[in-house]
C-alpha cells in the first residue's frame, strides 16, 4: 500500500490538489496528508519541514510514502523531513519528482488501485503525457538521460544550436539570468550556453555569472536530447522577449539640481546584526548539513514574502530582484559545496555556508563588468539572512523613528533598503557600496537618495548628530 504528502507553498493550493485528489479514490487503498503553507498570518507562504514530517507520521501506517513537491523550499523541506524522522519511516519515504496537480491525481488514481511504489512513481511522472498528446505535443520520453553523458559532450551527435544576440542594456545580470534559468529548467535535454568559446550549463544564475555576458554580446545554446527542440525554442523566445527585462537601462539615482538647498537631517547609524562564527560544530556533519537546509529552507521563503513586498510597494520590476535571489539561492550546488566542506573540516553550518557565500561573492567581486560586479552585496545579503536563521535571531530594518533621518552605514543589503518605512527617510548614505547595486535601485523606485563611496567622509558620524547633504 502507498499512501501520499502533498507539499505546497500555499495552504490553499495544498488543500486544493488534496480535495482533488481524494475525488480520485476508490476504497481505503490510499491516504493524503497536507503539509502546506507556514503558520504566519502576515506571510503564509512558504513550507515547514515540521509540518512535512507531521504529515508524513500521519499517513506512516503503510509499506511506502510517496511525496509530491511544488518547487523550491518544498523540496528543501521535504529533504529536511527525511532527517528529522526515524530511521524505520524514512525508509518508507520517497520523494517523487512529477507536477503537483497531475502527478497527485495519477499517483492517487494508482495507489488506490494497489498499484507498488515503482508504478506509483511512475504513474505520477508520466502524468502530463495525456496533456502533451491531446494539446498537440510529442509525448515525453519516459526513460532517464543516460548517466555520465552531461550536457554539451561532443559526442552527442544529435546536437542543436542556436544563437541569440543579447539586448538588455545591463548584460544576462541576476534578474534576466533567473528568468533563464527557470525557462529552461524541466527540458529533457542536454543544454549549454556558450559565450566566446566558454561553456557553462544553465542550471544556476551563478554559472551564468561567469560567462559575463553583456549588451550585443552573442550567447549560443547548444541542446541535445528528446527535447532539444522545445528547449531551442524557448531560448529563442525569451531572448526575443529581452529575457523578461524592459529595454530601458536601469540608472543609478540622479543627483538632485544643484540648485536646491542642502538635505539635512539626523545620522542613524545602521551596522547589521554581527552572527558569531564559531567553527566548532554543535553534532556530526549530518546534524549540521540539516540545520543549513532548514536555514536556506526559511530563508527562500523570506525571498517569497519580500518578493511579494516589492510588488505592493514598487511593482514587479523591483519584485523580479528577489525572484532572482530565489533562484541564486535555490541552487544545489552551493548546498553541496557546504556539505563537502561539513565533511571534510568536521565544522559549524555556519562555518561552512560563510565559506561557501563569501567564496561566492569574491567571485562576483572580481568580474569586470561593474553591473554584475555589484551583485555581491545580494550574495551577502541571503549569508546574513540564512545566519540569522541559524542563530534563531532574524535581523530586521532599522526603524526609523525620528522624521529626516539619514541612514548612514558601511553597505546596505537590498532586502534592509526594501523594507525601511519611508516616510521617516531622507537619504541612504554609504562609505562604500555601488550605485548599481539592487537596493540602490530600489531607492530610486521609492525617491530615496542613495549615496555612495563616500570612504572616510562619513566615518565620524554617530547616531543623532545632525548632517547636511550638499547637491553638487
Known amino acids: 500500500m502507498v499512501n501520499l504528502v502533498i507539499v505546497s507553498h500555499s495552504a490553499q493550493l495544498g488543500q486544493g ?7 480520485m479514490l476508490i476504497g481505503n487503498g490510499c491516504k493524503l496528508a497536507i503539509a502546506a503553507g507556514i503558520d504566519d498570518p502576515e506571510n503564509p507562504i512558504g513550507t515547514d519541514p515540521v509540518k512535512v514530517m507531521e504529515a508524513i507520521l500521519e499517513v506512516a501506517d503503510t509499506d ?11 523540496l528543501l523541506s521535504a ?3 527525511l532527517d528529522l524522522l526515524d530511521a524505520d519511516i524514512a525508509r518508507k519515504v520517497r520523494l517523487c519528482p512529477a ?9 492517487t488514481v494508482s495507489a488506490a488501485a494497489g498499484a507498488g511504489i515503482e508504478k506509483v512513481m511512475q504513474d505520477a511522472r508520466d502524468a502530463l503525457q495525456a496533456k502533451r498528446v491531446q494539446l498537440g505535443f510529442p509525448p515525453e520520453e519516459t526513460a532517464p538521460l543516460a548517466a555520465g553523458n552531461p550536457a554539451g559532450r561532443e559526442d552527442d551527435t544529435d546536437a542543436q544550436s542556436v544563437t541569440v544576440v543579447v539586448n538588455n542594456p545591463n548584460g544576462l545580470h541576476v534578474r534576466p539570468a533567473s528568468r533563464l534559468v527557470g525557462a529552461l529548467a524541466g527540458f529533457n535535454a542536454r543544454l549549454l550556453l556558450e559565450k566566446d568559446g566558454h561553456c557553462v550549463a544553465p542550471e544556476s544564475i551563478n554559472q551564468l555569472a561567469l560567462l559575463q555576458v553583456r549588451c550585443h554580446d552573442r550567447l549560443r545554446l547548444i541542446a541535445s536530447g528528446p527535447e532539444a527542440g522545445p528547449a531551442l525554442a524557448a531560448f529563442q523566445a525569451l531572448a526575443a522577449d529581452n529575457f523578461g527585462e524592459h529595454l530601458a537601462p536601469q540608472q543609478p539615482p540622479a543627483s538632485p539640481a544643484a540648485d536646491q538647498p542642502p538635505l539635512g537631517g539626523r545620522v542613524l547609524r545602521y551596522t547589521p546584526v554581527d552572527y558569531p562564527l564559531d567553527a566548532a560544530p554543535l553534532g556530526s556533519p549530518d546534524h549540521e548539513l540539516r540545520r543549513l ?6 530563508t527562500l521563503d523570506d525571498l517569497t514574502g519580500l518578493a511579494v513586498l516589492a510588488t505592493d510597494r514598487y511593482g514587479e520590476d523591483i519584485a523580479a530582484i528577489f525572484s532572482g535571489h530565489h533562484t541564486l539561492l535555490d541552487d544545489a550546488a552551493l548546498l553541496d559545496e557546504a556539505a563537502s566542506l561539513l565533511d571534510r573540516q568536521k ?8 565559506q561557501v557565500m ?5 567571485q562576483y567581486r572580481a568580474l569586470d563588468d561593474a553591473y554584475l560586479q555589484a551583485r555581491y552585496i545580494d550574495v551577502e545579503d541571503l549569508l546574513h539572512r540564512t545566519l540569522g536563521h541559524l542563530a534563531d535571531a532574524a535581523d530586521g530594518a532599522p526603524a526609523l523613528l525620528h522624521p529626516q533621518t539619514i541612514i548612514v552605514t558601511d553597505d546596505i543589503y537590498p532586502s534592509v533598503v526594501l523594507q525601511l518605512e519611508t516616510k521617516n527617510l531622507a537619504a541612504i548614505c554609504l562609505q562604500g557600496g555601488s550605485p548599481l547595486s539592487h537596493g540602490a535601485l530600489i531607492a530610486q523606485a521609492a525617491g530615496i537618495p542613495f549615496i555612495c563611496q563616500q570612504g572616510e567622509a562619513l566615518s565620524t558620524l554617530r547616531t543623532g548628530d545632525p548632517f547636511s547633504l550638499a547637491h553638487r
Open 17 to 23: 490538489v488534496g480535495e482533488l485528489a481524494r475525488q
Open 99 to 107: 507536477p503537483l496537480v497531475e502527478g497527485a491525481l495519477a499517483a
Open 64 to 74: 511506502h510514502i510517496l511525496v509530491l513537491m511544488d518547487i523550491g523550499s518544498a
Open 347 to 354: 565544522c559549524s553550518a555556519e562555518w561552512a555556508w560563510h
Open 293 to 298: 537546509k532548514m536555514a536556506v529552507s526559511h
Open 358 to 362: 563569501m567564496g561566492l561573492s569574491q
Open 79 to 81: 529533504e529536511t523531513a
